[in-house]
């Protein structure tokens, strides 16, 4: 694939060379049936391990993370309007008819589960338990619906799977503070 290093050149030009990648660096990509496959650089050996995924995140990973993400996601919308060809490969978003019954396990559970602890909260349980109840068996049609790929409009490269077990982190040896995240 072509469009995390294009971006990623874009991103370095327009720091003076003090870019830091957000990802793993593809080694491999076979994206043809019967078994696709992705190869990535191992980050343990550049020193970076996952968080506790028992423990919420502070302040200071939280920032890294989002700083990473909001650098994909503007660097893929300058390269989709400068090259929009170079996304033809994935054009289809996830949330398609295709992937409707993987998604809706996940939107329709995450949903629900959400709802019933919302039912826990005085304050908003009236508010919004039961919107968000309602909300989950639409969610998915409501995705398919208004999340397909337009040309026309403003269009660029999520993260689609982004928790704490899909993030990695190194830290500094003197201070043990996280320093940087991929």
């Not at 982004?162 to 320093?179: A, G, P, Q």
Request: aromatic residues 10%.
């Amino acid at each position: 694939m072509t469009i995390m290093p294009t971006a990623y050149r874009l991103l370095d030009n327009k720091s003076s060379g003090k870019f830091q990648p957000c990802t793993a660096r593809c080694l491999y990509y076979h994206p043809v049936s019967p078994a696709p496959a992705i190869v990535l650089d191992d980050l343990t050996e550049q020193g970076f391990r996952l968080a506790d995924r028992t423990v919420v995140l502070d302040m200071q990973h939280c920032l890294l993370v989002m700083k990473a993400i909001a650098q994909l996601h503007a660097a893929s919308a300058v390269l989709h309007f400068k090259e929009p060809q170079i996304f033809k490969p994935i054009m289809e978003s996830i949330f398609c008819a295709y992937q409707c019954k993987t998604i809706e396990i996940i939107y329709q559970n995450n949903l629900k589960s959400l709802a019933m602890e919302v039912e826990k909260w005085p304050l908003f349980n009236d508010l919004f338990a039961s919107k968000l109840h309602r909300a989950a068996d639409k969610s998915v049609r409501f995705l398919i619906k208004f999340l397909r790929t337009d040309n026309d409009d403003f269009n660029n490269l999520v993260h689609g799977n982004l928790w704490v077990n899909n993030i990695m982190f190194r830290y500094s040896d003197v201070t043990d503070e996280v320093v940087a995240v991929r």
